[in-house]
Every structure is written in C-alpha cells, then in structure tokens.
C-alpha cells in the first residue's frame, strides 16, 4: 500500500487548508481500510488527529480539532481527505496520512498500530 500526501502550505491563524491522501497498491481494496491523519509538531511526539473507519466509514477527532477539522474518503479516487478550518498556530506540524486494514476501535488513535504511511506533508499556521 503506498500513500501520498498533498496539499499542506502556510497560512495565517483562521484560514483554511485542505489535505488529501491518495492510496493505492496491487491488491488494495481502499473501502477495507481504515484511513487516518497524524501530526507531529517540532519537538513534540506524533499525535492523532482524525481518522475514519472501514466500511462504516464512522470518523473519530482528537479533542483539540473537533469542530474545526473534517475527515472525509472518496471511494471512487481512492483518497481521503481533512479539511481544517480556523486554524491555529498551535496546529503547525507536518501532517501525516496512514492505513491499516485489521485496526480495532480502541487502538485507532494508537499510530504504532498503522501499518502503512505516506511521506508527510508541512502546514505552518502563523499568527
């Protein structure tokens, strides 16, 4: 499974950015997998920010962007989404995509349980 992030940049506090993550593989089917969004800000560990199960495609937001941030899939491309608004500089980090096909609900925030990554992609709000 490979997956490519697009779509970071800069922006001023209270702007908008759009992320995209497009899957593919030989042998991907992209409704078995449950598709999320990580971030890790300079200095600071990895930490979840959304992310959207299989089949049910049921989504699940940290605390810290629920109301600001959407997860969103599109079947037809193959690619899942995060739109972000009202954005903060405390959102800052490069953001990265990754899919798992077996991940259990209580792990879904758990990053060392996604089997697959894309490269990462930089946002940088300023205020």
């Known amino acids: 499974v490979q997956l490519q992030a697009s779509g970071g940049g800069s922006v001023q506090a209270g702007g908008s950015l759009s992320l995209s993550c497009a899957a593919s593989?030989?042998?991907?089917?992209?409704?078995?997998?449950?598709m999320a969004w990580f971030r890790q800000a300079p200095g600071k560990e990895r930490e979840f920010v959304s992310a959207?199960?299989?089949?049910?495609?049921?989504?699940y937001y940290a605390e810290s962007v629920k109301g600001r941030f959407t997860i969103s899939r599109d079947g037809a491309k193959n690619t899942v989404y995060l739109q972000m608004y009202s954005l903060k500089p405390e959102d800052t980090a490069v953001y990265y995509c990754?899919?798992?096909?077996?991940?259990?609900?209580?792990?879904?925030?758990?990053?060392?349980?996604?089997?697959?990554w894309g490269q990462g992609t930089l946002v940088t709000v300023s205020s």
């Open positions: 593989g030989r042998t991907f089917t992209f409704s078995d997998y449950t």
């Open positions: 959207i199960r299989r089949r049910s495609w049921s989504t």
């Open positions: 990754a899919a798992d096909y077996r991940i259990i609900l209580t792990s879904i925030k758990d990053g060392s349980q996604y089997d697959y």
